[in-house]
């Protein structure tokens, strides 16, 4: 339990160290905050693990636990790797075990929820990350992924995008009928591309394909923000202020992890712990009607903060045991 407040502590330090102090104290005051999502929200391992989150590799430095600790409100974090809508409503097997519905978490007394979902519906990202870095090679300056996934002129993974807007309005309709007095954030998936530009060694995809990935990445945040819209919840935009923070950036300023899996920072194609602390300090921002934007000095204290988190990591032997068993019997997303 000190060892919980520890990193609470510190994750508020660095989280609110940058942000004025008129917004924080202009933060909302909640009592209990439940995180729902995909491994976006989990974070899987971004350091440090959590041992007992079971299959849904969740991190003690997600976006949720780091909002959580700079609004010092209550958290049920039952956000697990692999998820979609319909592990909202649905047990959700894991490699080590069942993880219950995450709508069990909500209660009439839950006055904050974030969402983070989509992504895996229809199996979108999965598709992109396992076909298109097999495709380079038969057309490394084309764009064979996006020749792929078109079909009949039609543009298969936009098509299941459209599907997946509907099932997350369905999402904010269900919290709030079991959480009515809760106000609801849907965040956004930051950006993994680049909008401009090319890293075949980060990121293996053909040079045209980039574009593909860039737009296909807009159109699920399109369809997290309209659904949020319909709904009557709030969207939190991570893609655009994570311009300048892709999987393609330099170390320090990357928040998204490249293709290699690493231990000691996240889950390839994932966001590090520099990702999910934009995430936790943008939707803090969209709360307190703070610039939603990144500054020089918060990407600095974030990669600081990375880089001990990782050396702490690498320091504990069992941690960094636990997260080679879950490389080996699984692939969660």
């Not at 299941?160 to 609801?184: C, D, F, L, N, Y």
């Not at 060694?201 to 737009?215: C, E, H, I, K, Q």
């Not at 889950?267 to 934007?293: D, I, Q, V, W």
Request: aromatic share 8%; proline share 7%; net charge neutral.
């Amino acid at each position: 339990m000190k060892f919980r407040r520890l990193l609470a502590a510190c994750a508020a330090l660095v989280l609110l160290g940058s942000i004025p102090v008129a917004n924080a104290s202009a933060a909302p005051r909640f009592t209990h905050y439940v995180a729902l999502g995909d491994s976006y929200t989990s974070a899987p391992f971004v350091p440090l693990p959590d041992l007992l989150s079971l299959g849904c590799v969740r991190s003690y430095n997600n976006y949720p636990k780091l909002l959580a600790a700079a609004l010092h409100v209550r958290l049920t974090d039952v956000s697990c790797g692999g998820a979609d809508t319909t592990d909202m409503l649905q047990p959700q097997s894991t490699v080590l075990g069942t993880a219950a519905p995450q709508f069990d978490a909500l209660t009439p007394d839950t006055d904050l929820v974030t969402v983070g979902i989509g992504g895996n519906d229809f199996g979108v990202f999965g598709s992109i990350i396992d076909t298109c870095p097999g495709l380079r090679a038969s057309d490394p300056t084309g764009a064979p992924c996006k020749a792929h996934f078109t079909v009949d002129g039609v543009d298969t993974l936009r098509a299941k995008i459209a599907q997946t807007q509907t099932r997350i309005a369905v999402v904010v309709q269900g919290i709030k009928a079991r959480s009515p007095k809760a106000t609801i954030l849907l965040v956004g998936y930051p950006k993994i591309a680049p909008e401009h530009g090319t890293c075949p060694s980060v990121l293996p995809f053909a040079d045209g394909d980039y574009s593909y990935l860039y737009s296909i990445e807009q159109a699920l945040n399109a369809a997290v923000s309209n659904a949020a819209a319909a709904g009557g919840a709030t969207y939190v935009d991570t893609f655009g202020p994570s311009t300048g923070h892709d999987a393609c950036a330099p170390d320090g300023q990357a928040w998204i992890q490249g293709k290699d899996i690493n231990l000691l920072r996240a889950f390839n194609y994932h966001p590090r712990y520099e990702g999910e602390a934009g995430m936790a300090s943008l939707t803090y921002k969209t709360l307190t009607g703070a610039p939603a934007t990144v500054t020089a000095a918060e990407q600095s204290a974030w990669a600081a903060r990375g880089r001990t988190l990782a050396k702490q990591a690498a320091a504990s032997p069992q941690a960094l045991e636990a997260s080679l068993n879950r490389v080996r019997t699984s692939a969660q997303r």
